[in-house]
């Protein structure tokens, strides 16, 4: 199965650490999306890759997040200055364009202490 | 813009019950509407997905949901519950077929299925 696969799962940091995860997408899906999930909400959206084109980023992607997608291929976002407020789980998705249906990978789980 | 609503944080069903988790609404253009379900520790996994065809989508796992513009509603069913239903299920709205940009997902804040056996 090669689905959308997310490095590490879970992450324990100091506040004040620079984090770094890992999505690596369905081959020859063009888009790759972020979305970050606090407790009890729903996924909100942060980016939006099209190939190596990052053609959105949320509001609430502050100047202390930054995302890449090289080549095209796998992405990296990375939180620098962590804070507790950062806390949560990040979801990576990747789609084909079809309908627009996203396949999530299995996240990564943040903590902040 | 697009925006959900899940009515209900919490649906609590006997097992072989009906499921029903109710979803609406609102896109200024026309949609496309997604389910999907969130077992603990675990990504997202699509169940089904309406993108303009026929208003009456059936998913996996027994799941149907019926699209309903006049309501504005995208609620999901299942005739029977299983134990292996226990989870946490979303409604998402994006932009459909004249989606522009990055058309990503607009989530609600999810239903939380408890099936008691």
């Known amino acids: 199965d090669t689905g959308v696969s997310q490095n590490p799962r879970h992450k324990i940091t100091k506040r004040g650490q620079n984090v770094t995860f890992r999505c690596d997408p369905i081959?020859?899906?063009?888009?790759l999306y972020w979305y970050r999930q606090t407790l009890g909400q729903g996924p909100e959206f942060l980016t939006y890759f099209q190939n190596e084109a990052q053609l959105e980023k949320s509001r609430l992607l502050s100047d202390r997040f930054s995302a890449e997608r090289p080549k095209g291929s796998f992405s990296t976002l990375e939180i620098q200055r962590t804070e507790q407020g950062d806390s949560a789980m990040y979801l990576c998705a990747s789609s084909p364009r079809t309908y627009n249906e996203q396949f999530f990978g299995p996240g990564t789980r943040l903590t902040v202490l | 813009a697009q925006s959900v609503t899940q009515l209900g944080s919490h649906v609590s069903v006997s097992e072989g019950a009906l499921v029903l988790l109710r979803c609406n609404y609102s896109?200024?253009?026309?949609?496309?509407l997604f389910w999907y379900v969130q077992y603990p520790n675990q990504g997202l996994q699509l169940l089904l997905k309406?993108?303009?065809?026929?208003?009456l989508v059936k998913g996996i796992n027994g799941f149907e949901a019926e699209f309903k513009k006049s309501e504005t509603s995208f609620h999901l069913t299942k005739p029977s519950a299983h134990m292996s239903d226990a989870a946490e299920y979303f409604c998402a709205v994006s932009e459909g077929p004249y989606q522009t940009g990055a058309n990503n997902l607009f989530f609600g804040t999810g239903t939380r299925l408890t099936v008691i056996p």
């Open positions: 309406y993108t303009s065809a026929a208003t």
């Open positions: 896109s200024s253009v026309p949609p496309y």
């Open positions: 081959s020859e899906h063009n888009r």
